[in-house]
């Protein structure tokens, strides 16, 4: 997405009719990829995250190692656990900046949950948290 011969980014317009959701880091979010990957050559990452209706979520304890994470909630509700804060739920409007390498887990959505995640970098890895003895391993890379 760079012009001819110039290392000078393009203007990315990413259309919500007709757009596509795939299968991603979680079995129970579908995942639109917004362009910004390709865009920024790596360097950010954006999404549209929907829930697949009729799974729940499967709370597991993780850490992601990156830069930066933005979540906003465009549509419904999901309540979050954070090692540092404890439960939260968000609502439609509201946003959480989660710290490079925080613990967390998704605890509950909406059916009709839809958030934006903003990330830095577009890939990162993704470690178990659970309590326990074992030390943490990498689960599945990044959500596209």
């Known amino acids: 997405m760079r012009e001819h011969g110039s290392d000078r980014p393009r203007t990315v317009v990413n259309r919500a009719e007709g757009a596509h959701f795939d299968a991603g880091l979680r079995s129970f979010?579908?995942?639109?990829?917004?362009?910004?990957?390709?865009?920024?050559?790596?360097?950010?990452?954006?999404?549209?995250?929907?829930?697949?209706?009729?799974e729940g979520a499967a709370p597991r304890w993780h850490r992601h190692d990156l830069g930066f994470q933005?979540?906003?909630?465009?549509?419904?509700?999901?309540?979050?656990?954070?090692?540092?804060?404890?439960?939260?739920?968000?609502?439609?409007?509201?946003?959480?900046?989660?710290p490079p390498m925080v613990r967390h887990r998704e605890v509950a959505h909406s059916d009709d949950l839809e958030l934006l995640e903003v990330t830095a970098p577009a890939a990162f890895g993704t470690l178990d948290a659970e309590p326990g003895p074992a030390p943490a391993v990498p689960l599945a890379g990044d959500p596209s």
């Open 29 to 54: 979010f579908a995942y639109r990829d917004l362009g910004v990957r390709e865009a920024t050559r790596g360097a950010f990452g954006a999404h549209v995250i929907r829930a697949v209706p009729g």
């Open 70 to 98: 933005l979540v906003l909630v465009l549509r419904g509700w999901v309540t979050f656990e954070y090692e540092d804060i404890g439960e939260v739920t968000l609502r439609v409007g509201d946003s959480v900046l989660q």
